[in-house]
């Protein structure tokens, strides 16, 4: 079910969603949906209406006034028997036999299928064409009729980086858009964090060096994944991770242009983000990375989630991590976006720039 909760000014337009997002569910389980929260800002014109008596001045406040409702856990709902098969017309079940249900959302659901024509397992997204924003459609070469940003972009760097979940397919059908997509990983990070608890160093800085790699690529392609988290990263039992779920993502802005919408997790928002500002894409990104690696390093956010972020210290950090570790995590979290650290910056840190042989370690010793 849908719950959801719009309050307007004259800047941002809050509207919240209660579940765990159904690329967020690739692998499933079992949990209260309604412990979740996916948060999106627009632009506002100020002869909207309001539909909401309550007011709220800023970003920061609205998003603590919603505190604790992004809890990232797995829902256990089934899709509606109509929406299967409506998801189901056209050429899709043509080639593709579905199996079973990996994860569900108020937008969409993700299914295991098998390849009629390879045999091979897939993992197919469908996603509600009503829950695609009008800025959210696009034209690609060779197709008469519009499909949503998130596969023009995975369609464009499609076999080009092995840190990017691979678009192999996708089908337009009534009231449904199905992204098939390989089948890679055995969980994602968010359950693997939780399943080790305490992850050794090498092992973190093997996992982040991965994303890191992942985001840069993006970067050199002028694309924003926009939702950078533990859940949007799966790995595999060789320890190999790619980033998943473009339905967030964005081309860069223009140079002197700025974003007026927060598309995420707010547990990843950047102070300038809280603060309600209009803000630019790539600093945003190296927050939420971030806050990935401090809950890589300690399973936990480093923020508490019903206060905004803050300016983190040496005396916020363990006093055993090596000193090359610190600077990069004070770097990426630094409130001030104009020096907080670049991709090139992260990139040359010592402590991730120093290879890791992930041979060393044992998938069954660290999950069993």
């Not at 093997?206 to 990263?233: C, M, P, T, W, Y």
């Amino acid at each position: 079910m849908r719950c959801e909760c719009q309050e307007d000014h004259r800047q941002f337009c809050l509207r919240v969603w209660p579940f765990r997002k159904m690329h967020d569910l690739w692998y499933g389980g079992g949990g209260d949906e309604a412990d979740d929260k996916n948060t999106e800002v627009d632009s506002y014109d100020e002869n909207c209406t309001s539909q909401c008596d309550v007011v709220e001045p800023s970003l920061g406040q609205m998003l603590m006034q919603q505190a604790g409702l992004n809890r990232s856990v797995h829902s256990s709902i089934s899709e509606d028997r109509h929406d299967l098969e409506a998801a189901l017309s056209g050429t899709f079940c043509h080639d593709y036999s579905i199996q079973e249900t990996l994860g569900q959302g108020t937008f969409g659901f993700v299914r295991r299928a098998k390849c009629l024509a390879t045999g091979g397992n897939v993992v197919v997204k469908f996603v509600r064409t009503k829950k695609v924003p009008e800025s959210g459609w696009c034209h690609i070469v060779g197709r008469p009729e519009p499909v949503p940003l998130e596969v023009e972009i995975l369609s464009r760097v499609v076999g080009r980086s092995k840190f990017i979940i691979e678009l192999q397919d996708f089908h337009v059908s009534k009231g449904f858009v199905s992204l098939v997509m390989e089948d890679f990983g055995s969980m994602d990070l968010f359950d693997f964090v939780d399943r080790v608890q305490s992850m050794e160093e090498p092992l973190a800085r093997h996992i982040f060096a991965q994303i890191l790699q992942g985001v840069e690529f993006l970067s050199e392609n002028s694309i924003l994944h926009r939702d950078i988290k533990d859940e949007n990263v799966v790995i595999n039992r060789s320890f190999a991770c790619k980033l998943i779920d473009f339905g967030s993502a964005a081309y860069m802005l223009p140079e002197g242009e700025l974003f007026d919408e927060f598309r995420g997790t707010k547990e990843y928002c950047s102070p300038e983000v809280w603060a309600g500002n209009r803000y630019s894409g790539p600093p945003q990104e190296m927050w939420a990375l971030g806050v990935t690696l401090f809950t890589l390093l300690n399973t936990v956010n480093p923020f508490p989630v019903e206060d905004p972020p803050y300016q983190l210290t040496l005396d916020d950090l363990p006093e055993t991590q090596p000193a090359a570790l610190n600077d990069l995590l004070l770097g990426l979290l630094e409130c001030e976006p104009t020096q907080r650290l670049t991709l090139e910056g992260a990139a040359n840190n010592p402590w991730v720039a120093d290879p890791i042989d992930a041979s060393g370690f044992q998938w069954k010793e660290l999950i069993g």
